[in-house]
């Protein structure tokens, strides 16, 4: 039989429905994007990624085609490489924008977001050739099958205050379903909304992201959380914006309500923030997490010098499915814990995190996920399944464990197209509550 070679290459830009999630950024927009790609060997398999939306990504992508289109499978890592190579040089020749700018706009534009989008589909049409799932082809295989996943809360702004199109009203199959797109802006909401996760989907850890209200504020929620669920590992991103003379403040007396607290601070005057975390560290003795000092080889080098960051999350969209479990690796022979950031995502995301972490040797931090905000609008023939807050990637399983739906895909195009989406912005929504808003990265978001 010949050897399969790659058809084709389809870049899919993509679209979902949001509720009002509030963080330091702003509050998110009704839409949440996505670029999607697909690919087709000359025998007929097909290969699905996901990675992040926005205009720049979906170019990017479509850049990679002619590289990509006509190469033997074989030589994946070789196609991936040439990508990567080409991709970098396009970068290097763009000018850099100037200006004060959201954590997730500089993750957004790493290379290897768009890297990731050609890996995963040829990782997904190999493993289906072998049929074994793509976690069995990335480090040294799978490890484990229950993926473990924490309850992701936000605090919720009210989308009646706003003109702009958020759903609701959209499930009423249970509490969760009734509560997700509601106003949720007290440490008592912060709880319901736990409680209605828990019962949905089974979670055992629990993430607030932070950065909306004062320090102190969201710390009671984060009390009222643990006297509701006293074993549960708690965890808060309030993405940097607490200064390190706040951050010691508001942490020092939370040992064993904090299991880890991400990104509590960032840099500050003539220290990094890998400098400023490595003291938080140090003073309070908390393991630290973070998606924003320590995203790339090189960060990393400096923050295990510095042992700044215990909890490296490696999102496997802005490390590479390879890269993050590579991290993976590093991690459990150099005493650091593991864990994933997420960003608003359909399922083939979700399958992406699940196969990662089922390679990653060691202790793994439950992963994050922003898919419970958006629950019913997988991409996939059969949608996602929690039990007892994990996923299971089964050993039998062939590829990601994704059958691509092209009816809901093409909807989920034809949301993108029809209301304009592109690049995230969380400040037009934000300006309904506060006029004239803008991101400031020190300042909590409804604090001005
Ligand atoms: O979805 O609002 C959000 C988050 O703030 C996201 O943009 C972050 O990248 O979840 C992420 C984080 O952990 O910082
Ligand atoms: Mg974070």
């Known amino acids: 039989m010949a050897v399969p070679t790659i058809e084709k290459m389809e870049v899919i830009p993509v679209a979902g429905y949001d509720s009002m999630l509030l963080n330091l950024a702003g509050a998110h927009e009704p839409f949440f994007t996505r670029n999607v790609v697909v690919m087709t060997d000359s025998q007929g398999y097909v290969g699905v990624g996901e990675v992040p939306g926005g205009e720049v990504i979906t170019k990017r992508l479509e850049s990679c085609i002619p590289l990509v289109e006509g190469t033997a ?35 957004f534009k790493k290379v290897t977001n768009v890297v990731t989008g050609v890996e995963t589909p040829l990782l997904d049409i190999m493993a289906k050739h072998l049929e ?63 409680e209605a996760a828990q019962e949905r989907y089974g979670f055992h850890d629990f993430k607030l992201k932070g950065g909306v209200f004062e320090g102190k504020e969201e710390l009671k929620a984060i ?86 960051v215990t909890i490296p999350l490696a999102d496997p969209h802005f490390w590479t499915m390879e890269g993050c479990v590579r991290v993976a690796q590093l991690c459990h022979d150099m005493d650091l814990t593991w864990g994933v950031h997420s960003n608003n995502h359909f399922d083939i995301s979700l399958a992406m995190v699940a196969n990662a972490a089922a390679a990653a040797p060691g202790f793994v931090n439950a992963c994050d996920t922003h898919y419970i905000w958006q629950d019913g609008q ?46 995230r912005d969380d400040a037009k929504g934000m300006q309904y509550y506060i006029p004239g808003w803008t991101y400031d990265p020190h300042r909590p978001a409804m604090v001005r």
């Open 223 to 308: 009390r009222a959380l643990k006297e509701r669920f006293p074993e549960a590992r708690i965890n808060i991103d309030p993405n940097g914006c607490w200064s390190l003379k706040e951050s010691l403040e508001l942490c020092r007396d939370m040992t064993g309500i904090l299991t880890y607290v991400e990104d509590p601070c960032g840099a500050e005057g003539r220290f990094s923030g890998r400098e400023i975390m490595a003291e938080f560290h140090r003073q309070t003795g908390l393991a630290t997490a973070t998606n924003m000092i320590d995203t790339d080889w090189r960060e990393m080098k400096a923050a295990i010098r510095l042992d700044a």
């Open 378 to 423: 997988h991409l996939g023939k059969t949608a996602p399944h929690f039990e007892d807050g994990c996923l299971t990637v089964p050993r039998d399983g062939v590829g990601l464990g994704i059958e691509i739906d092209r009816t809901k895909l093409e909807a989920a195009h034809k949301l993108y197209v029809d209301n304009g989406c592109g690049t």
């Open 73 to 107: 499978l074989g030589q994946y890592k070789n196609t991936v490489l040439a990508c990567k190579e080409m991709l970098e040089k396009q970068v290097a020749t763009q000018s850099a924008q100037s200006g004060v700018e959201t954590a997730h706009a500089q993750i």
């Open 132 to 194: 074994v799932p793509v976690a069995a082809l990335l480090g040294d295989g799978q490890v484990r099958d229950k993926v473990r996943f924490l309850a992701y809360l936000f605090y919720v702004g009210d989308w009646r205050k706003t003109d702009l199109p958020y759903i609701h009203d959209d499930d009423d199959s249970d509490e969760w379903g009734r509560i997700r797109r509601e106003p949720a802006l007290t440490p008592e909401a912060i709880v319901h909304q736990a």
